[in-house]
């Protein structure tokens, strides 16, 4: 395998593009199957996750404010204002979109993450905007391309549910950080992205070293439950890689 990391598709300096209706889901990488739940505004999922923020408001819209203005005044994120506030991708991030289960395996390796927030059965890493596009290229240069992986990614013209920025559990399924954004920095810096491109002088974490692992923590899930008969999300035609 070379050495080299391939070359960007986009920059995320380009600007936004216009969003893709009301609600788009993941926009790049595998197939994440309907079945195992989504990060993106889409469904059931999350519907109340800012149902307390701080228990001096009531009202939904009197939450959503409060929830609306964390994310707009407090780390410069785009929403979209009104009850569930959602976050809107391909702006300030994108979002690789993969199983609770391989992200929480991943969470536990030596691998710099910027935030991340779970949704259900679904786990949310914030990279850099632009590395959705940059997804499928690098699957494939590091050799995961022919190989499904419910591993994808939210991009521009994307939205996922806001959690509440005070954390907590909230209702079953809602949107929660496990790893929050921080509003004393800079939220672009340090959101991973492939070095040199989006990232502020190697201070950013690796975006190939976290797609790398994400993918690997994603086929091992599927092997798993392929070995004990448990239903494998993904086409039936894709392959798996024992090894």
Do not use: K, N
């Not at 994310?71 to 506030?85: F, K, S």
Request: glycine share 14%; with cysteine; proline share 12%.
């Amino acid at each position: 395998m070379a050495a080299t990391v391939p070359p960007p598709r986009s920059s995320p300096d380009a600007g936004p593009h216009p969003a893709a209706g009301p609600v788009a889901g993941p926009v790049a990488g595998t197939d994440a199957g309907a079945a195992s739940g989504s990060i993106t505004a889409s469904g059931s999922v999350a519907e109340s996750e800012s149902e307390s923020v701080a228990g001096a408001v009531s009202g939904p819209d009197a939450v959503a404010r409060r929830v609306v203005r964390w994310y707009e005044d407090e780390l410069g994120w785009a929403t979209e204002g009104h009850a569930p506030v959602r976050l809107l991708t391909g702006l300030s991030f994108d979002v690789l979109d993969l199983p609770a289960e391989a992200g929480h395996a991943l969470l536990r390796r030596p691998v710099r993450t910027g935030p991340v927030l779970l949704a259900g059965g679904r786990m949310g890493l914030l990279v850099a905007a632009g590395g959705a596009d940059e997804l499928p290229g690098l699957l494939d240069w590091l050799e995961w391309g022919p190989i499904d992986l419910d591993l994808t990614a939210v991009g521009a013209g994307g939205r996922i549910t806001a959690p509440s920025p005070r954390g907590g559990a909230g209702s079953p399924g809602a949107a929660v950080w496990l790893r929050p954004p921080d509003p004393m920095r800079v939220p672009g810096p340090a959101l991973p992205a492939v070095a040199g491109f989006g990232s502020s002088g190697g201070d950013a974490p690796d975006l190939v070293r976290l797609v790398d692992a994400a993918a690997a923590e994603c086929h091992r899930v599927r092997l798993s439950h392929a070995r004990a008969g448990l239903p494998v999300v993904g086409p039936a035609d894709q392959p798996l890689a024992f090894s």
